[in-house]
Structures are given as C-alpha cells and as structure tokens.
C-alpha cells in the first residue's frame, strides 16, 4: 500500500514564476546523460529476453512534474528503444512496436498545463500517454507493466517530514533551520532515517511495475562522501531562505513559531548512502553508478537565475505551510540578501549529478 505522503508539487502555471520557465537547470542534467542513456539501452536491453512477441512498450517517468523536462527524457529513451528495436528486427522476426507512456506525479501536479505543453511530435510518438496522480512512493502501475522506468531530481524529496525535528523536547530539534544543513548530528540522523526507509518503499513498488529484465533510470543530485551539505552553494541559499523568514518575523509578517515548525522534507544523500539503498533492496542490479559535475556548475549562476529556480521549486510548501501571500515578500527579500551577499561558487563545495541505470532481477 502506498504511505501517507506529503504533497508538494513545483509550480505549476505557465507564468513567468511556473517550474515549466525555470527549470533548465535540471534539464542541464537531463541533457548531460542523454547520450549515456542512448547508448545504455542500444547495448544493452535485450528486447527478446523481455518478450519476443513485445508489441506494446510501456515508459513510465515517476515524478514527471510538468513539461519540457519529462518529454525530453521520453522521447530520448523512445528514439533509443526504436533504433535498438530495428537493429534486432534485421536479425530477428519481430513484431512492429507502438509505445505507451506514462506520466505519474502527486494528484496535485498541474497535469493540465502539462499536457498542453506535450510537443506535438511526441503525440504521433505515443499510441496512449496517460497521467497517473498518486505518490511514487508507494505502487501507481500494475505489477509487470514496465519496461522503463524513469525519474530525475525526485527521490530527494520525502515522503514526509522526519519525526521530532519540529519537537523542542527533541534532541533532532532543528531549531530555526528550515532544511537538514548537517550542522545537528541528531537533525541529520532523523532525515538520514526517513530516507532509508522512503527508498526502501519507492525501490519495492518499482520493482513490483517492472517486468523482469525491465530497466530503471535515475537521476539527481547527491554529496560526495564526506562532503557536509552546508559546504553546497544549494544550501547556502536555503539558509538564507530561513533567515528572510526570520526577518519577516521581525516585521510582524509571520511568527518565530511558524518557522520552527517548519521544516523542508527535502534530504541529500551522501553517494554511499544512495548506492547502500539501491543494494539493500535486492530485487535489482546496479548496471551503472556514476557521479560527476552538473553542467552548469563551471560558472557562475546568476542571483535572478537562483531566485527564480528555487521560487519554482519551493513556493508550494512555503504556502501550504505560511500561507497566501508571503511567497511575494520572501523571494524579493532573497534577491535582495543574494546581491548584497553573492554566493562564492568557487569556495562552496558541490553536490553531484548521479547516474543510475538498475535492473529488475
């Protein structure tokens, strides 16, 4: 059964505060892996294995948010699976191939504008492109329906806020931070928990969708090893975030309280943590893991790039949490506290993209 799950979807819209105009950052990354991807599955899926008399291939993207990210990703794996397909029709007596997608996110993803953006070229791709509402962390496809399966930049959101970090009876009280910085050893252990055990559920319910010999691809951001998060430029900004919620307190627009309460349910492995996840599970094996610079990490991000980027990605659970009206407040305060005091790239430490291609025994 799927867990009680947090929802907090990017922002949704097409407006210039939407995730769909602000999130090149993660299609940066996206990109970076397309040709590792293409070159994965024309080497090594094995179409025959997976059924000879395959007709219908199914592709599911867990945690699609909205557009263009999600379609670039699709249709990349769709191009390779195609071209892999015809290499082994020459060679063997194959069916002809239609493709099925799915699109899953929480049931309060804007699938709407999601849809409306799908680019015109993929609609002759895909005989039934479907929107499936509902945590991925917990089963949302049929047992044995996948043949790929795809997420980038998700499983660091949990399925929740860890217990007591909220509590100031707690050890794990994280006091006045709004995110798992690493700076409270028994703060970072709670997050640390929640974690292991969301990646436990959302690794049993893939490999319960996926067909034996099926594929998983993920991407996203982890730290290297021994690397604490508040050394990340990333972290950095959402410190400031906290402390522009604390001036707002000072002002009378929220309350101390308030931002005690609250915390981000966000969490950012170490590259061991994230390798001991996948192999404690058992029911798949690691094809590849790899780890390198984002791409965009070689220069230097601009403050309104910043602002904008984690806008886009925050400003749901900042409303559900402050309520209307503060988002406005907020990211002003941020840019102005990002220009008086820029981020040095050059002295933070960087998390990395990961690369992980798995499959189900």
């Known amino acids: ?55 219908t291939f ?4 867990f945690g699609c948010s909205i557009g263009p990210n999600t379609f670039h990703a699709v249709q990349n794996i769709i191009d390779a699976v195609k071209r892999k397909h015809l290499k082994e029709s020459q060679e063997n007596s194959l ?49 044995n329906s996948i043949h790929i399966g795809y997420t980038s930049y998700t499983t660091h959101w949990l399925s929740k806020v860890p217990e007591h970090v909220c509590d100031k009876k707690s050890p794990a009280w994280n006091k006045s931070y709004i995110q798992c910085n690493n700076l409270i050893e028994e ?11 969301d990646m436990s559920v959302f690794l049993k319910a893939r490999a319960e969708e996926l067909v034996p010999g099926g594929l998983m691809i993920a991407l996203g951001q982890c730290l290297p090893d021994g690397v604490p998060m508040y050394e990340t430029w990333s972290c950095i900004v959402k410190d400031t975030i906290g402390d522009c919620l604390l001036d707002m307190a000072i002002s009378g627009l929220t309350t101390i309280e308030k931002i005690e309460l609250f915390n981000l349910p966000v969490y950012f492995p170490e590259f061991s943590e ?16 790899e780890t390198e610079d984002h791409p965009l990490e070689a220069m230097q991000l601009t403050n309104d790039f910043i602002t ?45 993209v990961y690369y992980i291609v798995f499959k189900r025994k």
């Open 274 to 289: 994230l390798k001991g996840a996948i192999e404690q599970n058992g029911s798949f094996t690691i094809e590849m893991m």
């Open 1 to 55: 059964m799927p867990t009680s799950s947090q929802s907090y979807p990017m922002s949704g819209g097409e407006d210039q505060h939407s995730y769909i105009h602000n999130s090149s950052y993660q299609k940066a990354a996206v990109d970076g892996i397309e040709e590792k991807t293409r070159q994965y599955i024309l080497e090594k899926i094995d179409l025959l294995n997976l059924n000879p008399d395959l007709s």
């Open 95 to 143: 069916v002809f191939l239609e493709f099925q997608v799915y699109f899953n996110d929480q049931p309060n993803n804007d699938f709407n504008t999601l849809f409306r953006s799908q680019p015109p070229s993929s609609q002759q791709e895909y005989f039934s492109v479907v929107g499936v509402p509902g945590s991925f962390y917990g089963r949302v496809l049929p047992r």
């Open 308 to 352: 904008s980027m984690f806008r886009a990605i925050f400003s749901k659970v900042i409303e559900e949490h402050f309520g209307n009206g503060v988002v406005d407040e907020l990211f002003d305060k941020l840019a102005k506290k990002l220009s008086k005091q820029p981020i040095d790239f050059e002295k933070c430490k960087k998390q990395m």
């Open 58 to 61: 199914t592709i599911a993207d």
């Open 187 to 197: 703060v970072t252990k709670a997050y640390k928990v929640q974690f292991t055990k």
